[in-house]
């Protein structure tokens, strides 16, 4: 046999064996006793648990709890509304595909692990987030959202179908520059508008985003070859961009006429002190913009489908915000019905679908339950979509599209908050011992009592659960409020394209759950 032959022969049994030690190694099944098992779809794992209509499916099949093996890591997929909350109370950790290359792009609160550095930034920038702090704001928001107004009185006028997403989505950064950071982003002008700019330097960013992910790309990244020399100039603009935002920030502070107390006066602040880097501050305007962007529009966007749609509800809708705007009531408050409306949307619709995932970094595991162990090392996923959308929670009618099930009176009995976690019991939490399970230091009707929930809130989770909940959501809160009122009261609402709005189709996840060929919809002026 010659020399040739044995080589290729050695060389294809050291391939197969490679290839099949990796495959076990991605694939093979975790160790969780008596819990329901999901086998990968791919080499890499079951790298599906990101795709939310496999998702809802598997967990209405097996269950709340699922385990499974991706990229060679333990997952435990959690949909039960009480685990769900302590887990994401007790594992703080920073999530697995928050930051995996910090030297591509810095760290900011959305990706730092929860420590010292985490706790300073977030109550930092938390105290400008507060509903008081927001209140200054209202006018300029009405402000943005007026010029929202003119675009779509133009489209009624005109009788043209608008990407009721992709307008939202000008609303939304015009928002967040006028109020976060005092800037006039000049939202739809059709001549001079830098939110288009800002929207088009972000998307470019988020279409380059999985070359973070490739093997070997922190080393690779400064390679003249594609793909790192087109994430590095869609990220050179991005910086750029946020530059420009921090020296305007900087121009005002000169001025004297910047707010004191306002998100852009933390900025600052943050700026000065010695362990904060420029590049750490870049991140953190650019936090603002990811995490409140596409998050917001869209979900103002399924609300507007969720009124066309629902005929019946669109009007019940206008009745109440016409009483309401006729009265002295607050712009950022909703009537009751509106408000059920805006819940059940973001119930069926969460923009952050895909939820949270922390990593198990007690030395000593953590106790889920009596019966469930998780040592140090695996990984919790919180699916949101899954979470507001798991029958087991919601009951026979939760693919329906129900806003009275918010407006619905709960008997405040034991049997109604048994088994439910609410969110004042930080401090219960605190004096049980962390020997005792997740589901044990949960389990007693009492610690319940007063919380103010009813078993619906208790998994409802659009702005997810514990300290690194959304930072901004009074801010997001705040803004649909005073768009939906203008919005309703001037407005109805009709489907553009049946085509394109059929249920099956309608949702996909990239960074955010969003329309997965837009919202096409006719806009009506009221008479």
Same mark, same amino acid.
Request: net charge neutral.
């Given at each position: 046999?010659?020399?040739?032959? *044995?080589?290729?022969?050695?060389?294809?049994?050291?391939?197969?064996?490679?290839?099949?030690?990796?495959?076990?190694?991605?694939?093979?099944?975790?160790?969780?006793?008596?819990?329901?098992?999901?086998?990968?779809?791919? *080499?890499?794992?079951?790298?599906?648990?990101?795709?939310?209509?496999?998702?809802?499916?598997?967990?209405?099949?097996?269950?709340?709890?699922?385990?499974?093996?991706? #990229?060679?890591?333990?997952?435990?997929?959690?949909?039960?509304?009480?685990?769900?909350?302590?887990?994401?109370?007790?594992?703080?950790?920073?999530?697995?595909?928050?930051?995996?290359?910090?030297?591509?792009?810095?760290?900011?609160?959305?990706? #730092?692990?929860?420590?010292?550095?985490?706790?300073?930034?977030?109550?930092t920038f938390r105290k400008s987030f507060s509903t008081s702090s927001l209140r200054?704001?209202?006018?300029?928001?009405?402000?943005?959202?007026?010029? #929202?107004?003119?675009?779509?009185?133009?489209?009624?006028?005109d009788d043209t179908i608008l990407r009721i997403d992709d307008t939202f989505t000008q609303l939304t950064i015009g928002v967040i520059c006028e109020v976060a950071f005092e800037m006039d982003a000049r939202p739809f002008d059709d001549t001079s508008n830098y939110c288009t700019y800002i929207d088009g330097v972000l998307k470019e960013l988020f279409q380059m985003g999985w070359v973070r992910r490739l093997p070997l790309a922190t080393y690779l990244y400064k390679a003249p070859i594609y793909?790192?020399?087109?994430?590095?100039?869609?990220?050179?603009?991005?910086?750029?961009?946020?530059?420009h935002i921090l020296s305007h920030i900087r121009d005002l502070h000169r001025k004297g006429e910047l707010r004191e107390g306002g998100l852009a006066m933390s900025v600052l602040k943050l700026a000065d002190e010695p362990n904060i880097s420029e590049d750490d501050i870049v991140a953190e305007i650019g936090t603002f913009f990811i995490a409140g962007m596409d998050t917001t529009a869209h979900t103002l966007a399924f609300v507007v489908y969720c009124l066309a749609r629902y005929p019946s509800v669109q009007k019940r809708c206008q009745e109440e915000v016409d009483a309401h705007m006729s009265s002295t009531a607050a712009r950022d408050t909703l009537p009751p019905y509106v408000e059920a409306v805006l819940k059940e949307s973001m119930r069926k619709y969460p923009t952050a679908a895909t939820g949270s995932m922390r990593e198990v970094k007690q030395k000593e595991?953590?106790?889920?339950?009596?019966?469930?162990?998780?040592?140090h090392g695996w990984w919790v996923v919180v699916n949101i979509?899954?979470?507001?959308?798991?029958?087991?929670?919601?009951?026979?009618?939760?693919?329906?599209?129900?806003?009275?099930?918010? #407006?619905?009176?709960?008997?405040?009995?034991?049997?109604?908050v048994r088994d439910c976690a609410a969110d004042p019991l930080d401090e219960h939490l605190k004096t049980r011992p962390r020997s005792q399970s997740a589901a044990t230091r949960l389990s007693s009707p009492a610690v319940y009592a007063g919380c103010g929930l009813n078993s619906k809130e208790i998994c409802f989770a659009p702005f997810s659960y514990g300290i690194r909940n959304c930072v901004g959501m009074n801010l997001a809160l705040v803004e649909m409020r005073v768009a939906l009122n203008q919005l309703i009261s001037r407005y109805s609402f009709e489907l553009g394209d049946m085509g394109m709005l059929n249920e099956d189709n309608l949702l996909e996840t990239s960074f955010t759950m969003r329309p997965q060929n837009g919202l096409p919809i006719r806009v009506k002026r009221r008479g």
């Amino acid at each position: 046999m010659s020399f040739l032959l *044995i080589s290729t022969l050695l060389f294809l049994t050291l391939a197969v064996t490679i290839t099949v030690a990796l495959y076990y190694y991605f694939t093979h099944t975790p160790g969780l006793k008596n819990i329901p098992t999901q086998k990968g779809n791919s *080499i890499l794992g079951f790298t599906n648990f990101q795709n939310e209509k496999i998702m809802r499916q598997i967990v209405e099949e097996k269950g709340p709890l699922i385990q499974f093996r991706v #990229l060679g890591k333990n997952m435990l997929l959690v949909a039960d509304k009480c685990l769900a909350r302590a887990v994401l109370r007790d594992i703080q950790g920073k999530g697995f595909f928050h930051n995996a290359t910090p030297e591509l792009i810095p760290d900011s609160i959305f990706s #730092l692990d929860t420590g010292p550095e985490w706790h300073h930034r977030r109550s930092t920038f938390r105290k400008s987030f507060s509903t008081s702090s927001l209140r200054v704001h209202l006018k300029s928001i009405q402000q943005v959202t007026r010029k #929202l107004c003119t675009v779509l009185d133009k489209a009624a006028d005109d009788d043209t179908i608008l990407r009721i997403d992709d307008t939202f989505t000008q609303l939304t950064i015009g928002v967040i520059c006028e109020v976060a950071f005092e800037m006039d982003a000049r939202p739809f002008d059709d001549t001079s508008n830098y939110c288009t700019y800002i929207d088009g330097v972000l998307k470019e960013l988020f279409q380059m985003g999985w070359v973070r992910r490739l093997p070997l790309a922190t080393y690779l990244y400064k390679a003249p070859i594609y793909p790192f020399n087109v994430y590095r100039r869609a990220r050179y603009k991005y910086t750029e961009t946020m530059r420009h935002i921090l020296s305007h920030i900087r121009d005002l502070h000169r001025k004297g006429e910047l707010r004191e107390g306002g998100l852009a006066m933390s900025v600052l602040k943050l700026a000065d002190e010695p362990n904060i880097s420029e590049d750490d501050i870049v991140a953190e305007i650019g936090t603002f913009f990811i995490a409140g962007m596409d998050t917001t529009a869209h979900t103002l966007a399924f609300v507007v489908y969720c009124l066309a749609r629902y005929p019946s509800v669109q009007k019940r809708c206008q009745e109440e915000v016409d009483a309401h705007m006729s009265s002295t009531a607050a712009r950022d408050t909703l009537p009751p019905y509106v408000e059920a409306v805006l819940k059940e949307s973001m119930r069926k619709y969460p923009t952050a679908a895909t939820g949270s995932m922390r990593e198990v970094k007690q030395k000593e595991g953590y106790q889920l339950t009596e019966d469930i162990f998780l040592p140090h090392g695996w990984w919790v996923v919180v699916n949101i979509l899954c979470l507001q959308n798991y029958s087991g929670n919601w009951g026979p009618d939760v693919d329906e599209f129900k806003p009275e099930r918010w #407006l619905e009176q709960e008997n405040a009995n034991e049997d109604s908050v048994r088994d439910c976690a609410a969110d004042p019991l930080d401090e219960h939490l605190k004096t049980r011992p962390r020997s005792q399970s997740a589901a044990t230091r949960l389990s007693s009707p009492a610690v319940y009592a007063g919380c103010g929930l009813n078993s619906k809130e208790i998994c409802f989770a659009p702005f997810s659960y514990g300290i690194r909940n959304c930072v901004g959501m009074n801010l997001a809160l705040v803004e649909m409020r005073v768009a939906l009122n203008q919005l309703i009261s001037r407005y109805s609402f009709e489907l553009g394209d049946m085509g394109m709005l059929n249920e099956d189709n309608l949702l996909e996840t990239s960074f955010t759950m969003r329309p997965q060929n837009g919202l096409p919809i006719r806009v009506k002026r009221r008479g």
